[in-house]
C-alpha cells in the first residue's frame, strides 16, 4: 500500500488507534521522518516504532476491509467527477430543456458528500 493510501485510512480510521500509533503513524506519514528520526522524538527504540507502524497499518487495512468507507469514497468521487464531466458537454446544447436539466444534475451532484 502506498502512503497515499495510508493517508486516506489514516483520516477515516486514525481515531481507532492508540495515541502512540498515531503519533507514529503522523510523524511517519504526515511530516516523513525516518524511523530513527521518530525513535529520537518519541524516546523509544527504533523497533519499538517499525512494531507500532506495522500494527497501525494493519489495523487501518483491517478497519477498511470490514467497512469499505474509503473505497465508497472514491468511488463516489469519480462518479460525481463523470456526471459533472458529461453535464458540462450538456452545457450548450441547442435545446433548453436539456441545458435546465444540466443545471439540476450539477447540483445534485454539488450536494454529493465525499
Do not use: W
Request: aromatic fraction near 4%; glycine fraction near 6%; charge should be negative.
Amino acid at each position: 500500500m502506498d502512503a497515499v493510501e495510508m493517508l486516506l485510512l489514516f483520516d477515516y480510521y486514525g481515531d481507532m488507534l492508540t495515541e502512540r500509533q498515531r503519533m507514529c503513524l503522523d510523524l511517519r506519514y504526515n511530516q516523513d521522518l525516518s524511523l530513527a528520526e521518530i525513535a529520537d522524538e518519541l524516546g523509544v527504540s527504533r523497533q519499538g516504532v517499525h512494531d507500532n507502524i506495522i500494527r497501525a497499518e494493519a489495523h487501518l487495512q483491517k478497519m477498511e476491509a470490514k467497512t469499505g468507507c474509503v473505497r465508497r469514497c472514491l468511488q463516489s468521487r469519480i462518479a460525481k467527477q463523470t456526471i459533472l464531466s458529461v453535464a458540462a458537454e450538456l452545457e450548450n446544447h441547442s435545446d433548453p430543456a436539456v441545458r435546465a436539466a444540466v443545471g439540476r444534475i450539477v447540483a445534485a451532484a454539488g450536494s454529493i458528500e465525499e
